[in-house]
């Protein structure tokens, strides 16, 4: 159901083009879709938008954006740029939660960091 989700959030983007959370979401469902390249301009949007502390404060997407853009990358085989942003997502904040690999199929990024990143 991820093709209909990116036409929702697109839909969602048409009506408020500095909604942060649905560039993000629409950036993981093309992720999941395999579609990583395009995925990580989601993420890169939803990063350049700033909507202030309160925002921030209450949806702290920018994390998971990073963390996010980092697995795109890797897919995608730039391991550089990669542990680059797993790097920025964990000193973000983000925590990985071990029930994630099973709902999300996602890696703790820092054991990718400890295996792909010297």
Do not use: H
């Not at 949007?45 to 990073?66: M, Q, V």
């Not at 897919?75 to 542990?83: F, S, T, V, W």
């Not at 920025?88 to 904040?93: D, H, R, W």
């Amino acid at each position: 159901m991820y093709k209909d989700a990116v036409l929702d959030f697109n839909k969602a983007i048409s009506l408020d083009s500095i909604d942060k959370v649905s560039y993000n979401n629409r950036g993981l469902c093309k992720f999941y879709l395999k579609e990583y390249q395009n995925a990580i301009l989601d993420f890169e949007k939803a990063l350049n938008i700033n909507l202030g502390k309160s925002f921030d404060e209450n949806f702290d997407t920018d994390k998971y954006s990073y963390n996010n853009m980092a697995n795109s990358y890797c897919y995608l085989g730039n391991i550089e740029k990669a542990c680059e942003f797993w790097n920025i997502a964990i000193k973000k904040g983000y925590v990985y939660k071990k029930e994630w690999k099973e709902i999300y199929n996602i890696e703790d990024p820092n054991e990718l960091i400890k295996k792909y990143c010297k």
